[in-house]
């Protein structure tokens, strides 16, 4: 798989923007504030790209939390 590098990209730019503020945000609350859509696959280029971000789910729900 090709990553993205979040200088290039302004989805992943947008991902991180709404993760910023280190609390959980849902896959559906990304994608309505992000405007974007897979989010799994956003994440892991942010995890390549050097950001830590926790994945949790929450009954039917995914979650993910910006660390550090």
């Known amino acids: 798989m090709n ?5 290039n990209s302004l ?3 947008k991902v991180i923007t709404v993760l910023k503020d280190k609390k959980w945000h ?3 609350d990304i ?3 992000a ?3 897979a989010v799994n696959s ?3 280029e942010l995890r390549f790209n050097g950001f830590d971000i926790k994945c949790k789910r929450d009954a ?3 979650l993910y939390q910006l660390q550090g």
């Open 31 to 33: 994608i309505k504030r």
């Open 11 to 13: 989805r992943l730019q």
């Open 26 to 28: 849902s896959t559906m």
């Open 35 to 37: 405007e974007v859509c």
């Open 3 to 7: 990553y993205a590098n979040i200088e």
């Open 60 to 62: 039917n729900k995914w």
């Open 42 to 44: 956003i994440i892991t």
